[in-house]
Nanobody, 125 residues
Framework: VQLQASGGGLAQAGGSLRLSCVIS????????MGWYRQPPGKQRELVAR????????????KYADSVKGRFTISRDGAKSTVYLQMNSVKPEDTGVYYC???????????????WGKGTLVTVSS
């Protein structure tokens, strides 16, 4: 299983960026996907997370307080892809963003976390 993130770059404060993460490789079930970030000189922190939904009910989401109302996480199950739409970005959103996935390899597997290589987001004031 591999996670490939893309979409990072430079944005001005108040602007937008969209991150994407594609999961490749075989697996039984994609339990949850999320985005974490590591600001310069700080520890990695959760940005947003989305759980597995059903065909009729979208997965539940969780956001860091600092991004609520500005960032939106979504997933495309058919493409095994998770997105992070970042609007009204601020300089404090600067950091390396990591894609994360909780994956089960069988019906009795509670899941293992996988990480992608980070993508750098820089927001200028």
């Amino acid at each position: 299983v591999q996670l490939q993130a893309s979409g990072g770059g430079l944005a001005q404060a108040g602007g937008s960026l969209r991150l994407s993460c594609v999961i490749s490789g075989g697996f039984f079930r994609l339990n949850a996907m999320g985005w974490y970030r590591q600001p310069p000189g700080k520890q990695r922190e959760l940005v947003a997370r989305i759980d597995e939904g059903t065909m009729l009910i979208p997965g539940s989401t969780k956001y860091a307080d600092s991004v609520k109302g500005r960032f939106t996480i979504s997933r495309d199950g058919a493409k095994s892809t998770v997105y992070l739409q970042m609007n009204s970005v601020k300089p404090e959103d600067t950091g390396v963003y990591y894609c994360n996935a909780d994956i089960s390899q069988g019906p009795y597997d509670y899941g293992t976390e996988y990480w992608g290589k980070g993508t750098l987001v820089t927001v200028s004031s």
